[in-house]
């Protein structure tokens, strides 16, 4: 036999108590029994994103939201900047284009965070952009972008903050409400510890009179009509029924720990991450902006990274992830979001290390993961 871990950044593993949710029978949707899971599950959204506003629920994959959040919001022709700092900041820029508006691209040097003044020089020279469009964590990079900065330069412009939370919500803290962001992705399959299928998206009292202004073409993703709807306890189409009963006891799991506490765990399982790679001597893609969704590692430059990370998943059962485009055969990347803790990282190293050796690069048995335990340790009294 084969035990199978799971640790690439997305899809993520799924708590017990999730997948024993969503085995229930399946019940109809447009039931009083139905609508009472609906409804908490988006009152315990607001809370994961630190929002007053609705958080709509959507039958789709991520990108089914960031799509949503461009046709409801833009006209054909509006300007908007995309922060393309790695695959899902291509994707931000290639739905506009897709809509028809005039993309400013930002092209971030892969593993480097988005410099802010590059944003305001832009803003400044062009006063008719009318959004910007950034992640908080780019997953493909393993880099957080300063959303924080980024919020406060679009406050006097009428110019909104569209921000793809997808690895960010439920793993660091983007207080949406607090920061100012105007729209707010995530999915199902990253930190809510569920499977995919699932988008989620918040707008701000200003995105929703851009919405009201927005003329793109637009039907399955509507999000007046879902918010509508979502006032009677319900969605305009057929829901995700056993998705959405997971993603209720996925929510209560994260409110039972706390945000406070999900947060600073995932900072010690990234920083006990990006702390043995470095015992091991391997570099890191972004040593100065780091994620704690995810660690990207350069692979040594004798070894394919394709065949390392093909033999970690068929032969020791450890998933991670590769890289993509340039950086495909050139990077792993370990996840450490949603429902994973200290061992997992343990797992993750270990593995890691004995791939090194198997591929005849030298390493000293146990030093990453002892770099790891130390950091680790601070998770327990
Ligand atoms: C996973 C992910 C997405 C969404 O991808 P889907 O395959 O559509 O779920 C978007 N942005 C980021 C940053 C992601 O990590």
Redesign the pocket.
Known sequence: MKKRYLLA??PTPVPEEVLLAMARPVIHHRTPQFSEVFKEAAELLKYVFQTKQDVLILAA????A?EGSISNLFSPGDEVIAVNGGK?GE?WGQISEAYGLKVHWINVEWGNAVDPGVIKNILDKNPKVKGVLT?A???STAVAHPVKEIAALTKKRDCLVVV?G??AVGVFDVPMDEWGIDVLVS?S??ALMLP?GL?FVALSDRAWKFHEKARSPRYYFDFKKEQNNLAKKTSAYTPATSLVTGLRESLLMIKKEGLKTVFTRHERLAEATRSAMEALELKLLAPESPSPATTGVYVPEAIDGAKFVKYLRDDMGVTIAGGQDHLRGKIFRIAHMGYIDTFDIIIAVAAVEMALKKFGHKVKHGKGVAAAEKILLKGYK
């Open positions: 950044p997305g994959s991520g990108t089914g960031m899902f994707r992640q964590s780019e997953t793809d997808i690895t999915g399959q990253k995919p988008a």
